[in-house]
């Protein structure tokens, strides 16, 4: 039916950008693309059955964008580097200084 797959990289690309051969491979795909749904869309169950599909898979992809962004942690860059800062603080019951210790990140 086609020539050859589509790239991932060609179908985002701009048509002035693209060879006269794939400028026509692509109004050829595009073409059959165009009937495919014009016919999905007059055939009802049909039509119903994709949109179900769809919001099923749309499902699925926001479950993987979900894990992935349990991972990514969104907003977070990598972990600051821990720096050690001495801090001075007074407390106990003799009022004296303690050194303490306390990690700091970068902000």
Do not use: C
């Not at 769809?54 to 479950?63: P, Q, T």
């Amino acid at each position: 039916m086609y020539d050859r797959p589509v790239p991932a990289m060609e179908v985002s690309m701009a048509t002035n950008k693209m060879s006269k051969q794939d400028r026509i491979w692509r109004a050829q795909d595009d073409a059959h693309t165009l009937a495919s749904a014009e016919v999905i869309v007059k055939d009802l169950p049909r039509l119903k059955l994709a949109q179900k599909a769809a919001a099923r898979m749309a499902e699925e992809k926001r479950e993987q964008a979900d894990a992935m962004g349990s991972i990514a942690k969104p907003g977070k860059k990598d972990p600051p580097s821990e720096k050690i800062k001495r801090k001075k603080k007074t407390g106990g019951s003799s009022g004296s200084v303690h050194n303490v210790f306390q990690k700091v990140g970068k902000k």
